[in-house]
């Protein structure tokens, strides 16, 4: 009989002073002899004679201390304990005659219970899929006796395992490398493979507290326990697995952990790289792997029959969707603070945004590209425009060294949404720019209310306001990008995980180098965030930092020309005095009344503003809406500072900040808070609200529609800015420069492009903020300067020095310049071209064709932070599935405003 | 959170904004940067240029229809050396004048006087620039008046010339007055009644293509059976808002006194003729100076877009006066004066163009003892540098007036370093006839080059 010959084998680690009481156990399921010891833990144990004890470190693998505490017993049979096990009464019993009536049985294992509550199923049996991965039959269930009509399994676990000594001796005992995690797994499995059977009896019933990892390593990380469960995987595959496929499943195990690692950095979960290294560490450990392939060699006399004793893989996508349900239910219910949600009205309202942004932006809409104002052409294909990006080197003004400037960078990462043709980004921005408004100004919204009616009211307004549409008339790009960023900027900076940061530094990044007389506002809602409790948001100012830090060097010595609007310096007529106060970034203009009388009522629409937005600030329930004035006021302090204060110079005229972006800023505090106020009155919020933004389209009505009517200075235009003859001449010999003269009231306008054109992307900061003109520009103004006159300079040989091929004279036909231009000698008439008449220099011209490299540094920088700030705002938060509801269903009347 | 702390930062939030808006309101920002458009003055190598010298007055030999030249005219040049002549209906004509390189100005005047039985009066022009666009306004094509347009064409190149006509009721449609070509070293003829018969008050606008060209108005007058008066107009470039007429000459009562009366003489008196070629109407003040002080005499006129209007200047006592002519929209004008020498009874009418407004050097080829009109037009007044012959001297010009100075025949050259516009009357016994003072062409001096 079993009993006769039988060693309980008790391994003590971590509860040895839980050992008399097991003690106590075995006696009274009639064990006296045959006990031994693994005194693991170190302490003195409290024993009696008859029981040998045998000492070892607390580092030493369980497999291992069994096999040391066996070889001084001859026991046939093997009863396997650890300290934190309880046996209940006829479970050897149970364990002891299935061995004796089944010879062909090795292993069998009983069912643990768990000790704290013993009704519930710690583990019972253990198997595998095919591709490796360890399930456990039963894990953490309620006992309601569903499995005890099971009896073959694959494997069973170490706790209570009772093993033949011949298939301990014949398989080699557990595997040295493999210390705790699926060590039983893997002798059941060579066991099964040298032809033995493996069951599991379910009226067996041991208690056990840990799992063997928590016995064998006590509370660790789940990480470390992540890696450990991929590093046994690892060995047991390419263990299993013969040699030849070993190599490529140890690729393939490899890759594949990498991919997932990385899926859980992106989407930042706690340890992605766990079972990457796992794997690594069982892929190079090749001495251990030798050896268990040696050993399971040796014992292996055939394969393991019966593909059920195997879990499929959709068992185990089972397991992890319940698992990740039950995630899912614990983050709903722990987040139940109210957000505002972007229901079926704000969808709606969307759809006509879309369709008015459509009609109101109609004579652009077929372009190919913009430019009038200060809106150019983007280059034709993205590769030209891509390298722009750290571009040293900008054909504006003549031709001069730049600093990198991040609004080219921003402009040419944005145009890779529209790769296939870069001019479609813009013309996509100045059509979509209402619609996009729409959306911005709801979500930024959110920030101070959960209100829909309030969202919709501050949308409406904010795809409404006038900076919005007088920047899309003068084609201003970077106020554009501003209007339609600033509130989801705001809504992104008031978050607090790591997908706000990414979007908080995103967004500021392409506002604070678009706009930089922004980057004050900008910090101070860093700052204030940071002081308010979220110190992590100071990384917000990465990217925008790593955009313009070759900028900001330039600039420490003028300090105030970095304040200098981006792109093309487009002139702007900026109101002054209290016309200032109308928050238009341009004179008022209303049909059918004198400018003096809409300032009037453009004032008394702000006034009114202020006034609501006092109110706000005790209505609202929370105290944004104050800090919100306070940025606005902060705002305003630094149009005051900077308005009328010539910041670049462009085609001969000063230009000074438009104050289209600072005074965005204020209006966002002012419509939102209008809003907040607005639907407060609940009865009447639903007639003010409509009424409130049709007021704000009425006012705006002239800026609104100047691009439908026609009277916007932006338009639609060719890609190219120079004749086509000269676009074909250059792309054959490139470098070939053009002076373009433009005849003026005192004088002419004397501007040099090179192949194609000047496009937005050469209008860098440096270039616009110049004081002296370039050696270029000298020469090309001396060379201008003869061509108008019947001069007899040779003024072939100082085109040859500057590179011209072409002289291009923007005026009719009958402008006087076109004589003078035509008696120089060596100069050949080619016609009069879209852009004005054309003549080419009739001698060989070298193309300049210097090669400016662009700044790698700044490009490596750039990339580094950009992919930082892209993983980190790529989106974790689950979905939510449901939204909570109150259990009373609210009457119309009684609509809780919280929830509405 | 509470009350309190909302109305807190609310309240903070409001008193910034406050302070905000009040600053930026009333506070003009002290900050600058020292940036200013780039431009710069650059003098070019060695400018050519060329004056056209319309020649001798046209007319029709033993009534035959062509056009040619009759007289002999004298030219008188400040510098600068003959170059090739053009040729008018197989004579040749006119002349075209080039600077010598390293002179700095240079003028010519062509005079001419008549007294036969169908010519007589005193006709003395400035050869100008040739232009590509130019705008002329004089004469009438009403009985016994006759206007020619003269096409000088002084390159060697054919130029293609598209005219427009504006009259009293607008612009006139005339067949034919586009496509005219003006072959190389050449000059064409046309009357105006030809294109506008009956129009009192022609104006003309030229433009051509290929090559530049030099375009004048010669006006002749016959009353009944008596020849009295011949001028020749030149042109100016475009039409301005500020144009300036230095001398303008209102003959005494005693003078002009008898043939007031008749309706014939009624273009003996002065007046001022303004084209608004624009679709708005246009308001126009007309000051008139009194040469060397006094207070001047304001007119106001409007003149309908499109349209010609005259505007006699008969209740001004009689002098030199200068006209200085502002208006809300850039105009075409011209000036008329009259002589009668009752004792002789020769009578002559003078047009003339606006005098162009210029800083720098200018000279006149004066033909015979002269006076000169010099305007400053500018806010502050200016010193100018004249000198006829040897003789130098600095006058200074009150903001907004006017000098006159006797001259003697030669050169006069004024220096100034801001705008003025001068010209000169000669008055013999011939009759009457203004010359002006020409700028160089744009951008010959100083171009001013601006950096985009």
Redesign the interface.
């Known amino acids: 009989m079993i009993r006769d010959s039988l060693a309980v084998v008790v391994v003590v680690r971590r509860h040895s002073e839980r050992l008399s009481t097991l003690l106590q156990d075995l006696k009274s399921e009639g064990i006296r002899a045959g006990i031994v010891v693994a005194n693991l833990s170190g302490d003195a144990l409290p024993t009696d004679g008859d029981v040998l004890v045998i000492d070892g470190t607390i580092t030493e693998p369980l497999g291992r201390a069994v096999g040391r505490a066996i070889e001084s017993t001859d026991a046939e049979t093997i009863w396997i304990l650890r300290d934190d096990m309880g046996v209940r009464p006829g479970a050897l019993a149970a364990l002891t005659s299935v061995l004796d009536t089944s010879p062909s049985v090795g292993v069998v294992g009983p069912k643990v219970l768990d000790a704290n509550a013993p009704a519930v199923i710690l583990e019972m049996g253990e198997s595998m899929t095919r591709s490796g991965y360890s399930v456990a039959l039963a894990e953490r269930e309620l006992d309601q006796a569903q499995y005890d009509r099971v009896s073959d399994v694959l494997a069973v676990g170490e706790a209570g395992m009772l093993v033949r000594r011949e298939v301990w001796d014949s398989v080699g005992g557990f595997d040295r490398a493999l210390t705790s995690v699926d060590a039983a797994l893997d002798f059941c499995y060579r066991a099964r493979t040298a032809g033995w059977r493996v069951e599991v009896v379910p009226s067996a019933h041991v208690d056990a507290r840990d799992s063997s990892w928590e016995s064998f390593r006590g509370q660790t990380p789940r990480a470390q326990l992540q890696r450990e469960i991929s590093r046994t995987r690892a060995h047991r595959l390419l263990t299993q697995r013969p040699a030849f496929v070993a190599m490529f499943a140890a690729v393939g195990l490899g890759f594949s952990a990498l991919v997932r690692g990385l899926g859980r950095f992106v989407q930042k979960r706690e340890a992605p790289f766990a079972e990457f290294a796992g794997t690594s560490a069982a892929a190079f450990d090749l001495a251990a792997l030798a050896r268990a392939r040696r050993n399971a060699r040796r014992s292996r006399t055939q394969p393991i029959e019966g593909s059920r004793l195997f879990v499929p893989s959709s068992e185990r996508a089972r397991r992890r969707a319940l698992e990740r349900d039950e995630l899912i239910a614990a983050l709903e219910a722990a987040d139940d603070d109210p957000r505002l949600s972007f229901g079926v009205a704000a969808t709606w309202w969307m759809t006509f945004f879309v369709l008015a942004g459509l009609v109101l932006a109609g004579p652009l809409l077929g372009a190919e590209a913009l430019a009038g104002g200060a809106a150019l052409p983007l280059p034709s294909s993205i590769v030209e425009a891509w390298s722009a990006i750290g571009a040293t080197w900008s054909e504006a003004?003549?031709g001069s060294t730049v600093a990198p400037d991040g609004f080219v960078a921003v402009v040419a990462m944005l145009a890779s949404l529209t790769w296939w043709n870069p001019n479609a980004l813009v013309i996509g921005i100045v059509a979509l720019a209402v619609p996009l408004s729409f959306v911005a100004g709801y979500i930024g919204s959110g920030v101070l209310t959960t209100n829909s009616r309030t969202a919709l009211i501050a949308g409406g307004a904010w795809a409404l306001l006038p900076t919005l549409h007088i920047a899309v008339g003068e084609g201003r790009l970077p106020a554009i990008l501003v209007h339609i960023l600033l509130p989801f900027a705001v809504r992104a900076l008031f978050g607090s995980t790591i997908v706000s940061i990414g979007w908080t530094s995103i967004l500021i990044a392409v506002m604070w180098a678009s706009v930089p007389s922004l980057a004050p506002i900008l910090v101070l809602g860093v700052v204030l965030r940071v002081v308010t409790g979220s110190p992590a948001m100071v990384l917000a100012l990465a990217p925008a930092l790593a955009l313009e830090w070759p900028r900001i060097l330039e600039s420490l010595s003028?300090p105030?020309?970095y304040f200098a609007d981006r792109g093309f310096p487009a002139p702007s007529t900026s109101p002054?005095?209290?016309g200032?106060?109308t928050l238009w970034p341009s004179t008022v203009t209303m049909p059918f009344v004198d400018s003096s009388v809409a300032t009037l009522i453009a004032l008394a629409i702000v006034a009114t503003a202020?006034v609501l937005?006092?109110i706000a600030?005790?209505v609202?329930?929370?105290?944004r809406?104050?800090?919100?004035?306070?940025v606005?006021?902060?705002?305003?302090?630094e149009?005051?500072?900077?308005?009328?204060?010539?910041?670049?110079?462009?085609?001969?005229?000063?230009v000074s900040l438009f104050t289209g972006p600072l005074l965005d800023v204020?209006w966002f505090?002012l419509v939102v808070g209008v809003a907040i106020t607005l639907t407060s009155l609940r009865r009447t919020s639903t007639v003010l609200g409509p009424i409130t933004v049709l007021t704000i389209g009425a006012v705006g009505i002239v800026p609104l529609t100047a691009v439908a009517m026609g009277s916007a200075p932006v338009h639609a235009t060719t890609v190219r800015t120079l004749p086509a003859y000269v676009e074909a001449q250059t792309a054959i010999d490139h470098g070939g420069g053009t002076v373009?003269l433009?005849?003026?009231n005192?004088?002419?306008?004397?501007?040099l492009e090179r192949d194609g054109g000047v496009t937005l992307l050469d209008w860098a900061a440096t270039a616009v903020?110049?004081?002296?003109?370039t050696p270029t520009?000298?020469a090309i103004?001396?060379l201008?300067?003869?061509l108008?006159?019947?001069?007899?300079?040779d003024v072939i040989a100082l085109a040859q020095e500057s590179h011209v091929s072409f002289v291009l004279l923007d005026a009719t036909?009958?402008?006087?310049?076109?004589?003078?231009i035509s008696?120089h000698a060596g100069l050949v008439q080619v016609g009069e071209t879209d852009r004005g008449i054309l003549w080419r220099v009739d001698s060989a011209v070298e193309p300049d064709v210097t090669d400016r490299a662009p700044n790698l540094v700044y490009r490596l920088a750039l990339g580094a932070v950009g992919v930082v700030a892209l993983i980190a705002a790529v989106p974790t938060a689950l979905p939510r599935r449901r939204r909570p509801v109150d259990d009373v269903v609210p009457l119309d009347e009684e609509v809780d405003d919280e929830h509405s | 959170?509470s009350?309190l702390?909302?109305?807190?930062?609310?309240?903070?939030?409001?008193?910034?904004?406050?302070?905000?808006?009040w600053?930026?309101?009333?506070?003009?920002?002290p900050?600058?940067?020292?940036?200013?458009?780039?431009?710069?003055s650059?003098?070019?190598?060695?400018?050519?240029?060329?004056l056209v010298c319309a020649g001798n007055a046209v007319g029709h030999l033993a009534d035959s229809a062509d056009a040619t030249p009759v007289g002999n005219s004298s030219l008188i040049t400040v510098l600068g050396q003959h170059g090739s002549s053009m040729v008018l209906a197989g004579h040749d004509n006119g002349a075209v004048i080039e600077r010598v390189?390293g002179q700095k100005f240079m003028a010519a005047t062509e005079v001419d006087s008549f007294g036969d039985s169908t010519m007589v009066g005193f006709l003395a022009t400035e050869c100008g620039d040739?232009?590509?666009?130019q705008w002329v306004a004089g004469g009438s094509t009403e009985t016994g008046r006759e206007t020619n347009l003269v096409l000088s064409n002084g390159?060697d190149v054919d130029a293609r010339v598209d005219l427009e006509i504006w009259g009293t009721n607008g612009l006139v449609e005339a067949p034919g007055s586009k496509g005219i070509v003006v072959p190389a070293l050449s000059q064409r003829v046309y009357s105006i009644a030809g294109f506008a018969p009956d129009e009192p008050s022609p104006a003309v606008h030229v433009?051509?293509?290929g090559?530049?060209i030099w375009a004048t108005l010669q006006v002749t007058a016959v009353r009944g059976l008596v020849p009295g008066g011949v001028d020749r107009i030149g042109s100016i470039?475009a039409p301005a808002a500020t144009l300036v007429f230095p001398t303008v000459r209102i003959p005494s009562e005693a003078s002009i006194g008898e043939v007031l009366s008749d309706p014939a003489y009624s273009d003996i008196t002065p007046a001022i003729r303004l084209l608004n070629p624009n679709e708005v109407d246009a308001t126009a003040t007309i000051t008139l100076v009194p040469a060397d002080g006094g207070d001047p005499q304001s007119v106001t006129a409007t003149v309908s877009a499109g349209l010609v209007s005259d505007i006699a200047l008969a209740d001004f006592v009689e002098g030199d006066w200068s006209i200085i002519v502002t208006a809300d929209q850039p105009l075409v004008s011209a000036i008329r004066t009259g002589f009668h020498d009752p004792n002789s009874g020769v009578t002559d009418i003078a047009w003339e163009s606006p005098s162009p407004i210029y800083a720098g050097t200018m000279a006149i080829a004066v033909p015979s003892g002269s006076t000169l009109g010099i305007v400053n037009p500018r806010s502050d007044a200016i010193t100018v540098e004249v000198s006829n012959g040897d003789v130098i001297t600095a006058i200074e010009i009150p903001a907004g007036g006017s000098v006159v100075r006797p001259v003697d025949s030669g050169q006069v050259v004024l220096k100034s370093t801001g705008d003025i516009a001068a010209s000169i009357v000669i008055e013999t016994g011939s009759g009457i006839a203004i010359v002006r003072a020409l700028s160089e062409?744009?951008?010959?001096g100083n171009?001013?080059?601006?950096?985009?």
């Not at chain 1, 005192?746 to 501007?751: E, R």
């Not at chain 2, 062409?441 to 010959?444: E, F, S």
């Open positions: 003004a003549g003028r105030l020309t002054t005095g209290f200032v106060l202020v937005v006092g600030v005790i609202a329930d929370n105290t809406v104050g800090i919100f004035a306070l606005g006021g902060v705002a305003l302090l149009v005051a500072a900077l308005s009328g204060v010539t910041l670049a110079s462009a085609n001969g005229a000063a204020v505090g373009v433009t005849p003026t005192d004088g002419l306008v004397v501007a903020t110049r004081t002296t003109p520009e000298r103004g001396e201008a300067a003869n108008v006159v019947e001069s007899d300079a036909v009958t402008a006087p310049e076109v004589s003078t008696s | 959170m009350i702390s909302k109305l807190t930062t609310g309240v903070v939030g409001l008193i910034v904004l406050g302070v905000g808006g600053a930026a309101a009333a506070i003009p920002s900050l600058s940067t020292g940036i200013v458009p780039l431009s710069e650059i003098t070019p190598d060695g400018i050519n240029r060329h390189k040739a232009l590509n666009e390159t433009v051509s293509t090559a530049a470039s062409p744009r951008d010959a171009v001013v080059v601006t950096y985009g």
